[in-house]
């Protein structure tokens, strides 16, 4: 975020970079926890269109895609808070789905 003064009576203009907004914006992500027996991940295989699509309202689940897979494709929201998100990976992108397998623990074994 940029300050400048302006001439006359310390007037100041303020000059945000949509940059600076996307980083605050993505920190500040606020999840809506479910109850126990409505959390839910559903994985997809889309075979003719060769897509796995992740779908869950998992807080901790939601993080870890986040920091392996990026940006959600959606993200379900009500209020100010995400109630769910999903993910599509291509199927001939193996080492993702591998990442996802090991580091997600998806099936929490």
Do not use: H
């Amino acid at each position: 975020m940029r300050v400048k003064k302006l001439t006359g009576k310390t007037k100041k203009k303020l000059t945000v970079n949509k940059k600076d907004i996307d980083k605050k914006a993505k920190r500040n992500k606020i999840y809506k926890e479910a109850n126990k027996c409505e959390t839910e991940t559903t994985v997809n295989v889309l075979y003719s269109e060769k897509i796995l699509s992740i779908y869950t309202n998992k807080i901790s689940l939601q993080r870890k895609l986040c920091k392996i897979l990026g940006e959600p494709k959606r993200e379900y929201i009500k209020g100010r808070s995400i109630t769910g998100s999903t993910w599509d990976v291509s199927l001939e992108d193996k080492s993702k789905i591998t990442k996802i397998m090991l580091k997600a623990n998806i099936f929490e074994v």
